[in-house]
């Protein structure tokens, strides 16, 4: 199935670990990715391959995959983290998107 | 820099075309496989279409095949997506955004991504 479920929204605290998850059937058959988009700007790659980190990206943030979860972690959240994360995976050879978690840093 | 610059949003009636150009600059976007992603307001981002870097395969989102045509001329760096038969379900902001395989390799992220341009579909 194509069909990713993300929660819509997870509140953390300042230097809390934030775990955001993405669900779908045999997920961790398929690489994971994870983008974070912050109001009014576009979309920026966090995760690739389940668990690598573009160059530029902080080391608090890391990614896990399995079953039919994939996982993205920030440890020791930041406000500057607050945004909205979408994990992305293929069907076949089309990408398909989750529907979006909303990060709220407080 | 690494640039991805779309244009040719605007109001249309629904039925009608209207066709986004994507110019990038500051990379080698010839050897990138170059995708669109749409966002309607206030929603979530939605895959649309990719093309190779070769412009040899291209996919769409069961959503718009058959209406929507991918192309790209590397000649001017530039990427289109030709819309047709627009419905009001095409409002979004459109994102062109690139992956370096070159063949929307499933090891590949999409890393670059432009400004967006909005289209919206309005009687």
């Known amino acids: 199935s194509s069909d990713l479920t993300q929660p819509p929204s997870l509140s953390v605290s300042p230097g809390q670990t934030a775990t955001i998850t993405c669900s779908g059937d045999?997920?961790?058959?398929?690489?994971a990715c994870w983008y974070q988009q912050k109001p009014g700007q576009s979309p920026v790659l966090v995760i690739y391959?389940?668990?690598r980190r573009p160059s530029g990206i902080p080391e608090r943030f890391s990614g896990s995959n399995s079953g039919n979860t994939a996982t993205l972690t920030i440890s020791g959240t930041q406000a500057m983290d607050e945004a909205d994360y979408y994990c992305?995976?293929?069907?076949?050879?089309?990408?398909?998107f989750g529907g979006g978690t909303k990060l709220t840093v407080l | 820099q690494v640039q991805l610059v779309e244009s040719g949003g605007g109001v249309v009636q629904p039925g009608r075309s209207l066709r986004l150009s994507c110019a990038a600059s500051?990379?080698?976007?010839?050897?990138?496989?170059m995708h669109w992603v749409r966002q309607a307001p206030g929603k979530g981002l939605e895959w649309v279409a990719v093309?190779?870097?070769?412009?040899?395969?291209?996919l769409y989102a069961d959503s718009v095949k058959g209406r929507f045509n991918i192309s790209r001329d590397n000649s001017k760096n530039t990427l289109y997506l030709q819309m047709n038969s627009l419905r009001a379900e095409d409002t979004a902001v459109y994102y062109c955004?690139?992956?370096?395989?070159?063949?929307?390799?499933?090891?590949?992220?999409?890393?670059?991504w432009g400004q967006g341009t909005t289209v919206t579909v309005f009687s």
């Open positions: 045999k997920l961790g058959d398929e690489y």
């Open positions: 992305q995976t293929w069907d076949s050879n089309t990408r398909v």
């Open positions: 391959q389940d668990n």
């Open positions: 955004a690139g992956d370096g395989s070159g063949t929307n390799s499933h090891y590949y992220g999409m890393d670059v």
């Open positions: 093309i190779w870097y070769d412009g040899s395969n291209k």
């Open positions: 500051g990379f080698t976007s010839s050897s990138y496989a």
